[in-house]
């Protein structure tokens, strides 16, 4: 593990408390992320999108059960592995390098992120981040994610 890994995980450490699993207007997926996710349940592509998907505007997101929970949430995410990228990306979203504040916004609905964390330590992983995952650069899916952190 690099040391900008480890620095990254000092300012974030997730509880698995699963609060970001539940509400938050929904999880975005791109074609990308259905087509890795429905690869990984084992279901056709169009089933997937029939059973696990609901619209949201011009895009689709993880369907939600009653209880307000994404539909793979079962005490810890069921599809880790190939969970939609917004869900990777947490907390290290675009937003904090356009305002600092986005982060302690973040803090206060997320258990695992350091309030106390130096804003240009943040700013970094959140570049580290995007630098590894180049695609999340384009299009803030993270943001829209959790529409109140602006
Ligand atoms: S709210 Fe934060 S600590 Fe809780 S599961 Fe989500 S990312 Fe992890
Ligand atoms: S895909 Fe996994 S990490 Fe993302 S909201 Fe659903 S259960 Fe949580």
């Not at 997730?14 to 997926?29: A, H, V």
């Not at 074609?31 to 990984?40: F, Q, R, V």
């Not at 349940?41 to 029939?50: C, K, L, M, T």
């Not at 539909?71 to 592995?81: E, K, R």
Request: hydrophobic residues 30%.
């Amino acid at each position: 593990m690099t040391s900008e890994a480890n620095q990254c995980e000092q300012i974030f450490d997730c509880t698995r408390c699963g609060d970001c699993c539940r509400g938050f207007g929904g999880t975005y997926l791109s074609e990308k992320d259905i087509d890795a996710i429905s690869a990984y349940v084992s279901i056709e592509r169009d089933a997937f999108i029939e059973k696990f998907c609901v619209p949201s505007g011009s895009r689709r997101v993880i369907r939600q059960r009653p209880d307000g929970y994404c539909v793979f949430w079962n005490q810890l995410c069921t599809i880790h592995p190939v969970k939609p990228r917004m869900c990777r990306q947490w907390p290290f979203l675009e937003s904090v390098l356009v305002d600092g504040i986005n982060w302690q916004s973040m803090a206060s609905m997320c258990p695992g992120v350091r309030k106390d964390a130096a804003i240009d330590r943040v700013r970094d992983c959140i570049k580290a981040y995007i630098a590894a995952e180049p695609d999340s650069s384009s299009k803030s899916e993270s943001d829209d994610r959790h529409e109140d952190v602006q």
